[in-house]
């Protein structure tokens, strides 16, 4: 199965397979509509009329087929087939359009202006982005080429000078510029073989990093991966700076029971279709999924980039997070399924942020007591009944217009465990 980099690269092809193929049809459009004035004979008319309309369908069927992304490096190698055969014919058409063989030299069939059209097709076809078809159309043209200027010389009528006003004005040919011209032909198709090459190395690369990236918000938050992105050598090093942010901890309440009850597959598509909607609440209010913790989650508001709003947005978010475990709940009593509960601890205050680890192993996270001051809001709503705690720093930072509708409950100054300093715990009721 391809990958997504070779699926996008692909599509690029396919675009520029498109552009070559639509540029045939409307030159070839044009060619026939040039030959109603420009044509000597009858034949000549004909001819051309009847190789431009074939070839136009012949196209469009190919482009049908590039639609349905079918048949994709055939379609681009039969063109690159179609471009040689006009390019061999179209001199012999001409040729026959002013006597032919009976009344004109063969001279003649090379003091065309293919050459004009082979520089234009060979363009054409480096659009594709796939180095193969310029490269071969080169080869190809090179040959056919020389073919055609070994069988002109066959006709002891042919003319050969070293005058370029001969060669243009005169019957003659100049032989070693013809020569010369395909020798250019070849060098630009090589040339812009490689170009191709490097152009499809670098869309590659491109689209390389950009799913990289996209993969990466499978495992960090946006917020990170930005920084990630636009993060110069010193950001993957060992440490951090201090910043102020709120630190979120939600956990389920009586997990233990509930694995135990499921079984080891319904637990995990229990927990893979919560963290599911959990997390895109956490990013739509611009939290940072700092990590898992079993069935629990680390979130930061503030980090990697603090703002004014970090507190007032942990709440809302914390809020969301209630409302719609409420709205799932009700689709799982729908389904006969157990309820699901949660406990939601919030606290602001200072932190390290950085790298924690080695360089050959980092973890982008927060560090400090404001971390495990948060941790102990949400173990103590166990004990108090209460699914939603914050700390009186948090709440004092939270914005004045958001605070006047909040329904909060002070469940006292106490002391978390392991910590001597007392905190103002408060209780936020959520309408659900």
Same mark, same amino acid.
């Given at each position: 199965?391809?990958?997504?980099?070779?699926?996008?690269?692909?599509?690029?092809?396919?675009?520029?397979? !498109?552009?070559?193929?639509?540029?045939?049809?409307?030159?070839?459009?044009?060619?026939?509509?040039?030959?109603?004035?420009?044509?000597?004979?009858?034949?000549?008319?004909?001819?051309?009329t009847?190789?431009?309309?074939?070839?136009?369908?012949?196209?469009y069927?190919?482009?049908?087929?590039?639609?349905?992304?079918?048949?994709?490096?055939?379609?681009?190698?039969?063109?690159?087939?179609?471009?040689?055969?006009?390019?061999?014919?179209?001199?012999?058409?001409?040729?026959?359009?002013?006597?032919?063989?009976?009344?004109?030299?063969?001279?003649?069939?090379?003091?065309?202006?293919v050459h004009?059209?082979?520089?234009?097709?060979?363009?054409?076809?480096?659009f594709?982005i796939?180095?193969?078809?310029?490269?071969?159309?080169?080869?190809?043209?090179?040959?056919?080429?020389?073919?055609?200027?070994?069988?002109?010389?066959?006709?002891? =009528?042919?003319?050969?000078?070293?005058?370029?006003?001969?060669?243009?004005?005169?019957?003659?040919?100049?032989?070693?510029?013809?020569?010369?011209?395909?020798?250019?032909?070849?060098?630009?198709?090589?040339?812009l073989?490689?170009?191709?090459?490097?152009? =499809?190395?670098?869309?590659?690369?491109?689209?390389?990093?950009?799913?990289?990236?996209?993969?990466?918000?499978?495992?960090?938050?946006?917020?990170?991966?930005?920084?990630?992105?636009?993060?110069?050598?010193?950001?993957?090093?060992?440490?951090?700076?201090?910043?102020?942010?709120?630190?979120?901890?939600?956990?389920?309440?009586?997990?233990t029971?509930?694995?135990?009850?499921?079984?080891?597959?319904?637990?995990?598509?229990?927990?893979?279709?919560?963290?599911?909607?959990?997390?895109?609440?956490?990013?739509?209010?611009?939290?940072?999924?700092?990590?898992?913790?079993?069935?629990?989650?680390?979130?930061?508001?503030?980090?990697?980039?603090?703002?004014?709003?970090?507190?007032?947005?942990?709440?809302?978010?914390?809020?969301?997070?209630?409302?719609a475990?409420?709205?799932?709940?009700? !689709?799982?009593?729908?389904?006969?399924?157990?309820?699901?509960e949660?406990?939601?601890?919030?606290h602001?205050?200072?932190?390290?942020?950085?790298?924690?680890?080695?360089? !050959?192993?980092?973890?982008?996270?927060?560090?400090?007591?404001?971390?495990?001051?948060?941790? =102990?809001?949400?173990?103590?709503?166990?004990?108090?009944?209460?699914?939603?705690?914050?700390?009186?720093?948090?709440?004092?930072?939270?914005?004045?217009?958001?605070?006047?509708?909040?329904?909060?409950?002070?469940?006292?100054?106490l002391?978390?465990?392991?910590?001597?300093?007392?905190?103002?715990?408060?209780?936020?009721?959520?309408?659900?």
């Open positions: 199965m391809a990958t997504k980099s070779e699926q996008v690269l692909q599509e690029k092809e396919i675009q520029g397979i !498109k552009f070559s193929l639509y540029g045939k049809m409307i030159v070839f459009s044009i060619l026939t509509i040039a030959t109603f004035f420009v044509a000597q004979t009858l034949y000549e008319l004909f001819t051309v009847i190789i431009s309309v074939s070839l136009n369908i012949i196209l069927i190919l482009s049908k087929f590039l639609k349905k992304r079918k048949f994709v490096s055939f379609v681009g190698l039969f063109c690159v087939l179609i471009d040689l055969v006009i390019v061999t014919v179209l001199p012999f058409v001409w040729y026959n359009a002013v006597g032919g063989e009976s009344q004109v030299p063969r001279t003649y069939l090379i003091k065309t202006y004009f059209i082979i520089a234009g097709t060979l363009i054409m076809n480096a594709s796939q180095p193969i078809y310029p490269m071969i159309y080169a080869l190809g043209v090179v040959i056919s080429q020389a073919g055609i200027l070994v069988y002109a010389q066959q006709d002891p =009528r042919f003319i050969s000078t070293e005058s370029f006003k001969e060669a243009l004005l005169g019957p003659a040919a100049h032989v070693n510029n013809y020569i010369m011209s395909m020798g250019i032909i070849g060098i630009l198709g090589f040339f073989a490689y170009l191709t090459y490097r152009v =499809r190395r670098t869309v590659l690369s491109a689209v390389t990093n950009e799913v990289k990236m996209t993969q990466l918000t499978r495992y960090f938050s946006p917020n990170v991966v930005d920084e990630l992105d636009n993060a110069d050598e010193d950001f993957f090093k060992p440490g951090g700076k201090e910043s102020t942010v709120a630190v979120l901890f939600c956990d389920i309440a009586h997990f029971q509930i694995s135990e009850s499921l079984g080891p597959q319904k637990t995990m598509s229990l927990l893979s279709e919560y963290h599911s909607f959990m997390l895109d609440i956490v990013f739509h209010h611009n939290g940072t999924l700092d990590k898992f913790i079993g069935d629990g989650m680390m979130v930061t508001f503030g980090t990697p980039v603090p703002s004014k709003d970090d507190a007032t947005k942990s709440v809302q978010a914390g809020i969301s997070m209630l409302q475990l409420a709205d799932w709940n009700r !689709k799982r009593q729908e389904n006969g399924e157990k309820l699901v949660i406990r939601i601890g919030i602001y205050g200072p932190v390290i942020v950085g790298n924690v680890g080695v360089e !050959k192993r980092l973890e982008y996270t927060v560090i400090g007591d404001t971390v495990n001051a948060a941790s =102990r809001l949400e173990s103590l709503g166990k004990e108090l009944k209460r699914n939603f705690l914050i700390s009186r720093e948090l709440y004092d930072h939270i914005s004045l217009e958001f605070r006047q509708n909040l329904k909060v409950k002070t469940m006292g100054t002391a978390l465990r392991g910590k001597t300093k007392t905190t103002e715990i408060l209780a936020i009721e959520v309408n659900v």
